[in-house]
C-alpha cells in the first residue's frame, strides 16, 4: 500500500499573522482582556484605529463568540481568552526560536571526520545528527581549527562563518495489525521495508509494533518517547522509520502538532 502523505497542521507564530486583520484582531483581545473598555472609541485610541473599523472588528469576533458586551464592558469571553493565549504563546515560542537562531556562535566543538591538524580550515555539517568538522572542505559554515584531533576525536572549531546546512529528516510511519496470524508476514514485511528505507532511527509504540522492529531491525529500537525522537532526529537531519499499532496511532502522531512540522507519511504493513 502506498503511504498518504498526511497534511500538516493550521500554522501558528509568525506565519499565523500573516492572515490580513489577524494582528489587529490580537491587539483587539488583548485590549479586551487586559484593560477596561467601556467604550469601543477607547480601545480605538490605544490602538491607533478609527471607530468604525474597531467597530467592525467587534461585530467580526462577537459572530464567533470570541468577545461580548457584559456589564458595560467589551471583554473577551472564554472561547476568546483560551484563542488569545494560544496565539502569544506560539508567537513567543516562534520568536524564541528564532532569537536563538541569530545568537552568534564564534566556536564550537565537533567530531573530527578525518585528521586535523591546529590551523586547518575544515566547514561543519551534520552526519547522522552529529555535527562533524571536515577538513579541506569550504562549504556550508567554515571555520579554523583551534587544535589536533584523530579522525573521530573532538575538535575546537574556531573563527566561525556562515550556516550549517540541515536537510530536515523525514518520518515514515508503518501501522503494525493485531492479527496473530499475521505476524510472521509483517516482520518479513517490515525488514523489506528497513532494507529500503535504510533509515537512521527506528522506533515503535505499541506492543505488537514493538514485537516486530525488534525481530526486523538491526539498529536499537527506540521505545520510549517515540514520537519525540524521531522528531528530534527529523530536526536533526536524521530519516525515521516508526512502527506503530493502530491504538497508539492517534497518541504517536500527536506529538508532531505545533508549527513547522516535519514530513510524516503513513501506510500499513500486513
Known sequence: MTPRRLP???????????RSGAVTETLFLYECAAQRVPRLRDAAERLGLTVQAVSH?????????LVELRNRQYTVTVSGRAALEGTLTA????????????????????????????????????????????PRSRSGSRGTAVSSARAGELVEVGELEGIVPIRPGSISVWVVPRAD????????????????????????????????????????????GAASACLEAARLGVDSLAFVTEEELPRFLAGFAGPNPPSVTVGRLG
Open 181 to 224: 496470524g499475521l505476524l510472521l508476514k509483517v516482520r518479513r514485511r517490515a525488514s523489506a521495508e528497513l532494507q529500503v528505507a535504510r533509515p537512521g532511527l527506528v522506533a515503535a509504540q505499541g506492543l505488537e509494533a514493538i514485537l516486530v522492529a525488534q525481530h526486523a531491525s538491526r539498529l536499537p529500537v527506540a521505545r520510549f
Open 8 to 18: 500538516p497542521p493550521a500554522a501558528g507564530g509568525l506565519e499565523a499573522l500573516r
Open 57 to 65: 472588528l467587534y461585530r467580526d469576533l462577537a459572530r464567533r463568540g
Open 91 to 134: 508567537l513567543g515560542e516562534e520568536v524564541g526560536r528564532r532569537l536563538e537562531q541569530l545568537q552568534v556562535v564564534r566556536s564550537t566543538r565537533a567530531v573530527a571526520d578525518r585528521a586535523v591538524r591546529k590551523g586547518d580550515e575544515v566547514s561543519l555539517a551534520l552526519v547522522d545528527g552529529v555535527l562533524t568538522a571536515v
